[in-house]
């Protein structure tokens, strides 16, 4: 008679044959596990087996190109060097192409739109060539035309001039003005440009002289020595030392220096005209000080290269010297 099992005895038995199946001399061996070192054998056999193969196949490659005569023979070099050499002619081959078209328009009706025949293509040609020499003629005639009516009012209007009419008083006005305007143009181009600067400055400029004194050396070209130079830019004005000079013209000091063969000097700027007054013993203006003509600036003196006391005075226009008695009169 089957004895009944508890619950208990149930799960108690259950682990008894859990541990048997688990315990067989010793641990029992997952079956995970089974078979997998001849898996791992099996697969790293084939790894290899396949290496072997790829480079069998390679050297063979390498082994064929090497040794074959064919692929880089002679011949398949001459074929080659010969198409490359090959001129391709493509006016020849539009030319069968559209032959191909013309003949075959019935076949294939869409080839049409490639092209005509040559009767078309010349009459289209001839339409064209016509309307730009219609075009052409049009445009010369009227450029004729126009150029024969100008010609023509010209010379109308030269004739009413010359001979007098409605008028004739006015256009001999302009004929005149024409005529001094065309002088004056030819007195301009005469004229040297040390003339043009002074007839500017005296247009755009006042002066007053600098100082009261005697004209101890003009401008220009002189007798050179250690002190005096060879070309003489101003004029020089003797005057005892201390005695005020004063500004010739309005402007902005732009340099006031005590260095260099001028000695102590200032340049007073007023648009493209500068006045220089040189060798003074004294400056009372410093650069950036706004003048008004007739104001003291300095007193004479004999620094720099001097023989005596004097007052180098210079007119420039754009750095270009100007004789200052050109413009002023020094009552001597």
Do not use: W
């Not at 440009?193 to 600098?210: R, S, T």
């Amino acid at each position: 008679m089957e004895r009944t099992m508890s619950q208990e005895d149930r799960i108690r038995r259950a682990e008894e044959i859990y541990q048997r199946r688990r315990v067989a001399n010793g641990i029992r061996v997952s079956s995970n596990t089974v078979n997998r070192a001849e898996k791992k054998k099996l697969s790293l056999f084939k790894k290899m087996f396949l290496q072997l193969a790829i480079c069998a196949v390679i050297y063979i490659i390498f082994y064929l190109i090497k040794n074959s005569n064919y692929i880089f023979s002679e011949d398949v070099i001459k074929k080659t060097k010969e198409f490359l050499s090959y001129d391709i002619n493509f006016r020849n081959i539009g030319q069968q192409v559209t032959e191909f078209i013309n003949q075959n328009k019935d076949r294939f009706p869409f080839l049409g739109i490639f092209g005509g025949n040559d009767e078309e293509n010349e009459n289209m040609e001839s339409e064209v060539d016509a309307n730009l020499v219609n075009v052409n003629a049009v445009t010369t005639n009227e450029v004729e035309s126009n150029t024969v009516n100008a010609n023509e009012i010209a010379t109308n209007t030269m004739d009413t001039n010359t001979v007098g009419g409605v008028g004739g008083a006015v256009t001999n006005e302009i004929v005149e003005a024409e005529g001094d305007t065309k002088e004056a143009e030819k007195n301009t181009e005469q004229k040297s440009q040390y003339e043009l600067d002074v007839e500017y400055i005296k247009e755009n400029y006042h002066f007053i002289v600098p100082v009261e004194g005697t004209v101890t050396s003009r401008y220009g070209t002189r007798e050179a020595t250690e002190v005096v130079s060879a070309n003489h830019a101003g004029i020089d004005i003797g005057a005892n030392e201390g005695t005020a000079i004063y500004a010739a013209m309005d402007g902005t000091v732009t340099v006031s220096s005590e260095e260099g063969e001028y000695g102590k000097h200032i340049d007073i700027t007023n648009g493209n005209v500068l006045t220089r007054y040189a060798h003074c013993s004294k400056l009372l203006v410093k650069e950036g000080d706004k003048v008004k003509q007739g104001d003291k600036i300095a007193e004479v003196g004999s620094t720099g290269n001097s023989t005596g006391p004097h007052l180098h005075f210079e007119i420039r226009r754009e750095n270009r010297s100007i004789n200052p008695e050109a413009i002023l009169d020094f009552g001597q």
